[in-house]
């Protein structure tokens, strides 16, 4: 059984920063994926930072990439996401999300992970960031 539980979210002023974090338990073939999620009223559900615990690229989106850091503290098995110059269409509820790993179909003896909501069985209860103007 895998469970996640998110910390840290929080209203900031454009400009500022948060850190979200996602402690994490379960066996580590459904916790292979770590992902950061968000999803803001009447939008689809986006990711936007996650990694193979495993090894591998970092995934950001491009939204996020260059002021988003998410990071892995293996002693606490924590994932944290470090969101600096906040803007405004940030504001959403942010989801840690855990999954398998996937098979390259052109290399079998080689694993990714896929940043899409349908390959995450396993996510935690939200946390709300909003960033005001």
């Known amino acids: 059984q895998v469970q996640l539980a998110e910390s840290g979210g929080g209203s900031v002023e454009a400009g500022g920063s948060l850190r979200l974090s996602c402690a994490a338990s379960g066996d580590k073939y459904s916790t292979a994926c770590m992902f950061w999620f968000r999803q803001s009223p009447g939008e689809e559900r986006e990711a936007v930072a996650g990694f193979r615990t495993n090894g591998g690229p970092t995934y950001y989106s491009d939204s996020v990439r260059g002021r988003f850091t998410i990071s892995k503290d293996n002693r606490k098995n924590t994932v944290h996401l470090q969101m600096t110059t906040l803007k405004p269409e940030d504001t959403a509820m942010y989801y840690c999300?855990?999954?398998?790993?996937?098979?390259?179909?052109?290399?079998?003896?080689?694993?990714?992970?896929?940043?899409?909501?349908?390959?995450?069985?396993?996510w935690g209860q939200g946390t709300q960031v909003t960033v005001s103007s």
């Open positions: 999300a855990a999954g398998p790993e996937k098979r390259l179909p052109s290399d079998r003896t080689r694993f990714y992970c896929e940043s899409i909501e349908t390959e995450f069985a396993y």
